[in-house]
């Protein structure tokens, strides 16, 4: 009698570890494909992918020249927006986006550390001298947006205020046809 207890009590103790070890191998597995998804996705902040810039010749040459800010239509229909970040403004102040569009925002700072955030998204970075800050946005609906300097970069800190206004596919379309690079900058 006591003996078959015992086997019968293994046999449950090894049913309990089974299921155990099932589970702990499954949280790992998804644990895996998170970094798996966030790694591919580029969700991960900050990302593992680092992009430099030189914060010197910014205004000189390369990507963040004057002539090259704002909103480009790729050939895609994706839209690339680069801007930067200086004591105390953005550079462009006010940036034009169409709805319902895959969009890339390409900022760096040309001096300190500043912060941009774009209220009602969950665009939040910063953006820092050397280093360029890529982020995927795409905007329900038209609408503006205040993009406010979050991180304190100095004395004017408080003063640095940018705005995002997004318009409507093929009012963004029209106005990209007779401009190479688009702000909302009067
Ligand atoms: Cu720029 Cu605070």
């Given at each position: 009698?006591?003996?078959?207890?015992?086997?019968?009590?293994?046999?449950?103790?090894?049913?309990?570890?089974?299921?155990?070890?099932?589970?702990?191998?499954?949280?790992?597995?998804?644990?895996?494909?998170?970094?798996?998804?966030?790694?591919?996705?580029?969700?991960?902040?900050?990302?593992?992918?680092?992009?430099?810039?030189?914060?010197?010749?910014?205004?000189?040459?390369?990507?963040?020249?004057?002539?090259?800010l704002g909103s480009?239509?790729?050939?895609?229909?994706?839209?690339?927006?680069?801007?930067?970040?200086?004591?105390?403004?953005?550079?462009p102040?006010c940036i034009v986006?169409?709805?319902?569009?895959?969009?890339?925002?390409?900022?760096?700072?040309?001096?300190?550390?500043?912060?941009?955030?774009?209220?009602?998204?969950?665009?939040?970075?910063?953006?820092?001298?050397?280093?360029?800050?890529?982020?995927?946005?795409?905007?329900?609906?038209?609408?503006?947006?205040?993009?406010?300097?979050?991180?304190?970069?100095?004395?004017?800190?408080?003063?640095?205020?940018?705005?995002?206004?997004?318009?409507?596919?093929?009012?963004?379309?029209?106005?990209?046809?007779?401009?190479?690079r688009l702000t909302c900058v009067?």
């Open positions: 009698m006591a003996d078959t207890d015992h086997s019968a009590g293994e046999a449950v103790a090894a049913r309990i570890e089974r299921r155990w070890a099932i589970l702990s191998v499954s949280i790992i597995g998804v644990l895996v494909g998170m970094a798996i998804f966030i790694g591919i996705h580029k969700a991960t902040m900050p990302q593992g992918r680092v992009e430099t810039s030189d914060a010197r010749t910014l205004h000189l040459a390369g990507e963040f020249v004057e002539s090259n480009a239509l790729e050939s895609d229909g994706s839209v690339t927006v680069r801007a930067i970040g200086q004591q105390y403004s953005f550079t102040q986006v169409p709805a319902e569009t895959p969009i890339i925002l390409r900022t760096t700072s040309a001096d300190v550390v500043h912060g941009l955030l774009i209220e009602g998204t969950n665009i939040n970075t910063m953006l820092v001298p050397g280093y360029v800050a890529e982020l995927p946005i795409r905007f329900k609906a038209p609408g503006e947006h205040v993009m406010p300097c979050q991180e304190f970069c100095g004395i004017g800190h408080q003063g640095m205020w940018g705005k995002v206004k997004v318009v409507d596919k093929a009012a963004f379309a029209k106005l990209a046809a007779a401009r190479r009067d």
